[in-house]
Every structure is written in structure tokens, then in C-alpha cells.
């Protein structure tokens, strides 16, 4: 078999990619290999309006499974609604519409054992021969980056009654600070349907999955919401970068292989959110005019180092997060982030901070102590330091 594009990993950077391009070079023969049995696994993921420009928005609407105009942020000593639109693409969504665009393009349960430039071999043997290919296996783990967690398990449920939540509470930091950071994610699905999600920034990839359920439990039922059915779970152990080696991690291979998401360390680093970064390089791929190996390798891996250096700032406050901030005190720094004007909010989530927004972010009084703030400011490389990594987690 030989096709212009083969897509490995049906998740969603290469969904992305993938429809990006049946909407706009339908000429191209495009595979997608997914060893699931379907594409983008079991996922919700949210963006912020403000993450993408208004032309993104548009193409990926057909994926939206909800939208909400504003959402809630709860902390001790504050509560903001951030009038500012909020959307979640559910993996079913981006299965049935990209499955569709891709027709029989989607090879389902299938391996990929091995992967060349212009080639990947099936587990079994069968080797499909490519124009291109691009590695989207998802996140790689491994010994490459310094890494905090934003962990989380949650549950979707079906209540016995509505829940009277208008937005999503994208952060409700008024329970007890257990394991770093933690606050409840919850999304109002339908009128008696909710998405809570237990979710901590902790050193450790480790999820308590018994606690976490039991603890999204005690949350429901202390506003009064009875439960009628678990409909489905969902968890995460998303990647927070405190430092790195981006160099590293590409000279790990396979060399020449083009990488898109989490393969290419495209997402936030505080959040480790990737759809916006996914949705860009959908973009920047699809206008590309010769889709080869090599330039495909080059856009790739180009984009990737661009981002990490644009990002050593988002680092520093990760390192700052992580390191100066006693886990039980973290929550603190979000409670005043979440004090500073919106537009700089909506800017940092969509990774685009400018000099005086970090200055901002930066200046008064820090709420963590001083002199282990300053003694963030250097980034070391994780195999110098010895500190947490998935790999060694
Ligand atoms: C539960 C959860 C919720 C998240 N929520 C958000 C969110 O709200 N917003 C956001 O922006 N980000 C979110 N993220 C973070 C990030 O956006 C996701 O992890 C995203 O799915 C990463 O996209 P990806 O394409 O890089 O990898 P994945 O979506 O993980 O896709 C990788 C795919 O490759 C397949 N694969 C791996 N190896 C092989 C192989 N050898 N052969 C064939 N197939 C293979 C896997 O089965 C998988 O389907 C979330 C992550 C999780 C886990």
C-alpha cells in the first residue's frame, strides 16, 4: 500500500491533522493507524474561546459537544465568573466526524511497530509505504523533561435531579488542599449531567483512583446533588514542565520522523493542555504546499523547539510552583493569578503572554517565600538533577 500521508496514532493531534486536511486538500490519500478501536480514545478536552482565532473556531465547531458562554473560578478568598466563552470537543464527536471524513482511511486496532520516514510497519508485518509520515503516539514520557503533574480522575454523571449550574466551575479551590494543588473541575453537561473531576498539581504521577472517586462523591453530595447513575469515568496525568532538554527528546527518535502533539511536546506547559497547539499545527500543516518527509520533519520539529523557547517563562512559574510553593500553600498562587485583568488570563492559556504581562505576573508581592522564589530563576536539565520524571515515577 502507498499513501501521500500516513498518520500514526488516531489521537487527537493527527485527527486534527487529518480533517484539517480532507477539508482543504482533499486530494491528498491520507491512513490514520489507531491501535484503539477508535479514534481519540476516551477524552473530553476544553478550550477557551480566546485559545484560537475566530477562523479556528469555525473549522472545529463540527467537534464541540458543549459550549458555554462564561465559567467560574472559586477560591477562599475569591470568586470570579469570567464572562468569556468556554467549549469541550468529546472524543465520541471527534470519532464520528473524523471517521467519517477519513471513510476507510482509519485503520482501527492496528500497531504500529515501527516507523521510517516514508514508512511504518504494522505489528504483523505489513508495511505501508508513505510520502510522509508523522508519529502522533501520544505522550512520550520518558527521562527528557522535568515534569509536575496535573492529575485528575472524574466521573460523568447523571443526577436525580438538575444541578442549576448555568457555566462550567473550571476551578473550585474551597476544598481541602490534598496532594499539591487541588481543586474540582465541573462541567454542567445537561440540564442533570455533570462532568467532576478531582484534580491536584502534584509531584508524583501516582492517582489514588479509590480516593479520587470517593472524594468527587463527597463533593456531589455536599451540594446537595444525588446521584442516579455513574455514566463513565475519565482520568489524566497530564505533563507540567519545570525544565528540559527539547534537543533530547527529538534526537531520541525515530530520526526524520515528523512528530505532532504531545510527541512533539506541543502543548501548555502549565496545564499540559494541547488541543489549541493541535488545532495550530492542523493549520500550519494543511497550508504547507509539498506535504514530504523531510519538510514535514523540519516544520515539525521547528515548530516544537520555537515553542519551547517561547515558553521558558511558563517554565519559571512552574518551577516556581512546584519548588517554592509548599504543596498544601500552591493554591494560593492561583487565587491571586485569578485577581489580575482577564485579558492577561485569557492570554496566558492561550500561551501568548507579552513582556508586560510578565512583568505583571511577576511584580508585588510573591506568595511564595522570596528566596526560594529566586532560587527558581535557573533551568537545570532533569538527568543533572535527579528529579522527577515520568520515566523515574
Ligand atoms: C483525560 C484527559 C483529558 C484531557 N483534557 C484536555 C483538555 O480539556 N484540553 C486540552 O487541550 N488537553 C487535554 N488533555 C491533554 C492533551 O490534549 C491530550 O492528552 C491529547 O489527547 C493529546 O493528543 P495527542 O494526539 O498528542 O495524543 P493522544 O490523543 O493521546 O493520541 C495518541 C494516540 O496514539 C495511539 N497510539 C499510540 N501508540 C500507537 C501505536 N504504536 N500504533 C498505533 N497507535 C498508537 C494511542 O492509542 C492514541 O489514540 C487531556 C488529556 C487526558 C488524558
Redesign the pocket.
Known amino acids: 500500500m502507498k499513501v501521500d500521508l500516513a498518520l500514526?496514532?488516531?489521537?487527537?493531534?493527527?485527527?486534527l491533522i487529518a480533517l484539517r486536511l480532507r477539508q482543504l486538500r482533499p486530494e491528498l490519500e491520507l491512513l490514520v493507524?489507531?491501535?484503539?478501536p477508535r479514534?481519540?480514545?476516551?477524552?473530553?478536552?476544553?478550550?477557551h474561546d480566546s485559545d484560537l482565532t475566530a477562523a479556528q473556531r469555525a473549522w472545529l465547531r463540527p467537534l464541540v459537544a458543549h459550549s458555554w458562554p462564561c465559567h467560574e473560578l472559586r477560591f477562599p478568598r475569591r470568586v470570579r465568573v469570567m464572562e468569556a466563552g468556554y467549549n469541550?470537543v468529546s472524543s465520541r464527536r471527534l470519532h464520528e466526524v473524523v471517521g467519517e471524513a477519513l471513510a476507510d482511511r482509519a485503520l482501527l486496532g492496528?500497531?504500529?511497530?515501527e516507523l521510517a520516514p516514508d514508512r511504518v510497519r504494522l505489528a504483523g508485518g505489513t508495511v505501508i509505504e508513505a510520502g510522509a509520515v508523522i508519529d502522533?503516539?501520544?505522550?512520550p514520557g520518558g527521562r527528557h523533561l522535568e515534569l509536575g503533574f496535573q492529575k485528575?480522575l472524574?466521573l460523568f454523571l447523571r443526577l436525580e435531579h438538575g444541578h442549576g449550574l448555568a457555566a462550567p466551575i473550571l476551578m473550585d479551590a474551597t476544598v481541602g488542599q490534598v496532594d499539591g494543588y487541588r481543586f474540582v473541575y465541573t462541567l454542567p453537561l445537561a440540564a442533570d449531567e455533570l462532568l467532576v473531576e478531582d484534580t491536584s498539581y502534584s509531584d508524583g504521577p501516582e492517582l489514588d483512583r479509590e480516593r479520587l472517586r470517593g472524594s468527587v462523591r463527597g463533593y456531589v453530595r455536599e451540594r446537595g446533588w444525588g446521584v442516579a447513575e455513574v455514566a463513565g469515568e475519565?482520568?489524566?496525568?497530564?505533563p507540567i514542565v519545570l525544565g528540559g532538554d527539547i534537543q533530547g527528546l527529538w534526537a531520541a527518535g525515530p530520526a526524520g520522523v515528523a512528530r505532532?502533539?504531545?510527541?512533539a511536546a506541543?502543548?501548555?506547559p502549565t496545564?499540559?493542555?494541547?488541543?489549541?497547539e493541535?488545532v495550530r499545527l492542523a493549520d500550519a500543516i494543511a497550508a504547507e504546499r509539498v506535504l514530504g518527509a523531510e519538510t514535514l520533519f523540519e516544520l515539525t520539529r521547528r515548530r516544537s523547539l520555537e515553542l519551547w523557547r517561547d515558553n521558558s517563562f511558563f517554565r519559571l512559574l512552574n518551577r516556581m510552583l512546584f519548588r517554592a510553593a509548599a504543596p498544601e500553600r500552591r493554591y494560593l498562587i492561583f487565587e491571586r493569578f485569578y485577581g489580575l485583568p482577564e485579558s492577561l488570563i485569557h492570554r496566558f492559556y492561550a500561551g501568548r503572554l507579552r513582556w508586560t504581562d510578565k512583568l505583571r505576573l511577576l511584580s508585588g508581592r510573591p506568595p511564595v517565600p522570596l528566596r526560594r522564589a529566586l532560587a527558581c530563576l535557573g533551568e537545570r536539565r532533569p538527568a543533572a538533577t535527579g528529579a522527577t520524571t515520568r520515566e523515574a515515577a
Do not use: I, P
Request: proline content about 0%.
Open positions: 500514526v496514532g488516531g489521537g487527537l493531534a493527527n485527527c493507524v489507531e491501535r484503539g479514534l481519540g480514545g476516551n477524552h473530553t478536552w476544553s478550550y469541550s492496528r500497531e504500529v511497530a502522533g503516539r501520544g505522550d485528575f472524574g475519565e482520568e489524566g496525568v497530564l505532532s502533539g504531545m510527541r506541543l502543548f501548555h496545564t499540559g493542555y494541547s488541543l489549541a493541535a
